[in-house]
């Protein structure tokens, strides 16, 4: 589980609330149940209309996904692509027919089936970068249930503080309790803009990353997966894969995270 996810999430409602208290506000000024159907509510509603059910239907997988901590070991990877590169260059590429079935990644399963079909690196390319496409095009479409979220929610908290307003100058005749229900009126932005920038947006940038990590896992798989079709040595293999790692990585020293941004798609031809 990705406990720092909560950690910072938890910190930064935190701090919010605690800044408040701080300035001297009261902790009981900041639960207003309506303000938050109004937000919660019209939120949930903007983000239905939004998208598909078939796509809202993926939301407890995304949690799931958004939760765990998985690590991408591109230093490990790179080995293992050296190993297959050994064993076909000494028995051929029908050798790894065995261990097809072994394998978790389907990205490298349906790789390693393409190689011993004896399909051409051309195809075997178009093949995976294809699948690959999809694999990203299905992850952008999770982050922007939160990124559609983080932009509809602070709409919904002006919405409600404008019915609070309303409800406020619709009942004048008491001026001394002006003053508390124009502050409660506000809650309603205040809850808007919370939800959006401390949950709905940084969800949908932890997704982001996420995708990005790997994507660029399966780009290597991809990239190994045709030089050892090619029959390439293992020097040339490494200086290859080599390229998608950190300095750091390359001397053992460098965690999963570390690798570098720029490049993510694999090189045509």
Request: net charge neutral.
């Amino acid at each position: 589980m990705d406990i720092f996810l909560i950690i910072f999430m938890v910190f930064g409602f935190t701090a919010v609330v605690v800044g408040f208290l701080l300035e001297g506000g009261h902790a009981i000024a900041l639960l207003a149940p309506t303000s938050l159907l109004i937000v919660l509510g019209g939120t949930i509603g903007a983000v239905g209309v939004s998208f598909p059910m078939s796509e809202l239907k993926e939301l407890p997988k995304i949690i799931k996904v958004l939760i765990t901590d998985k690590k991408y070991d591109y230093r490990e990877l790179m080995e293992r692509m050296k190993a297959m590169c050994v064993q076909v260059r000494q028995s051929g590429l029908l050798s790894l027919e065995s261990q097809i079935d072994q394998e978790p990644d389907s990205l490298m399963r349906k790789g390693m089936r393409l190689i011993v079909d004896g399909t051409s690196p051309a195809y075997t390319r178009e093949a995976l970068e294809l699948t690959l496409d999809v694999i990203e095009d299905r992850h952008k479409a999770r982050s922007k249930i939160f990124d559609s979220a983080g932009g509809y929610s602070p709409t919904l908290g002006i919405i409600g503080t404008v019915l609070g307003l309303i409800h406020v100058l619709s009942n004048l005749d008491e001026p001394e309790t002006l003053g508390p229900k124009i502050a409660g009126a506000f809650t309603a932005t205040l809850y808007g803009l919370s939800f959006a920038n401390l949950l709905f947006l940084p969800i949908g940038s932890k997704l982001k990353e996420k995708n990005r990590m790997e994507i660029l896992y399966k780009t290597m798989i991809i990239e190994g997966l045709l030089l050892i079709q090619e029959g390439v040595n293992t020097n040339y293999m490494e200086e290859k894969l080599s390229s998608f790692l950190s300095e750091a990585q390359l001397l053992g020293q460098g965690s999963g995270d570390n690798v570098k941004k720029a490049k993510v798609k694999t090189k045509k031809g």
